[in-house]
Nanobody, 121 residues
Framework: QVQLAESGGGLVQPGGSLRLSCVAS????????MAWYRQAPGKERELVAV???????KYADSVKGRFTISKDIAGNTIHLQMNNLKPEDTAVYYC???????????????WGQGTQVTVSS
């Protein structure tokens, strides 16, 4: 089993920045691709950014140029640097992971509990 633990959420003003982190533990060697999703109130969960063990990345159009996904060398920790945050970025952000090596055909198997990000003045 794999456990995912997010951290770094909080309240930030529009235009500000936050950095989310997610640590995989347990059978983390079975996770090859990890991603961030988010879910705003009344909306469906959506993919924000995904990164493979090889470093390939993919982003939602709404965050391109503002968010950056990265991973540590060991590969069991990912980060999401969020800059120029907007009120519409407000959501619960979830970390996810899967054994696939593909960022294109990514379907999460494991989920974290989520961390709240609120962008408001």
């Amino acid at each position: 089993q794999v456990q995912l633990a997010e951290s770094g959420g909080g309240l930030v003003q529009p235009g500000g920045s936050l950095r989310l982190s997610c640590v995989a533990s347990g059978r983390e060697f079975s996770v090859n691709t990890m991603a961030w999703y988010r879910q705003a109130p009344g909306k469906e969960r959506e993919l924000v950014a995904v990164i493979s063990r090889g470093g390939s990345t993919k982003y939602a159009d709404s965050v391109k140029g503002r968010f950056t996904i990265s991973k540590d060398i060991a590969g069991n920790t990912i980060h999401l640097q969020m800059n120029n945050l907007k009120p519409e970025d407000t959501a619960v952000y979830y970390c996810s992971g899967d054994a696939t090596y593909s960022t294109t055909y990514y379907t999460p198997t494991y989920w974290g509990q989520g961390t709240q990000v609120t962008v408001s003045s």
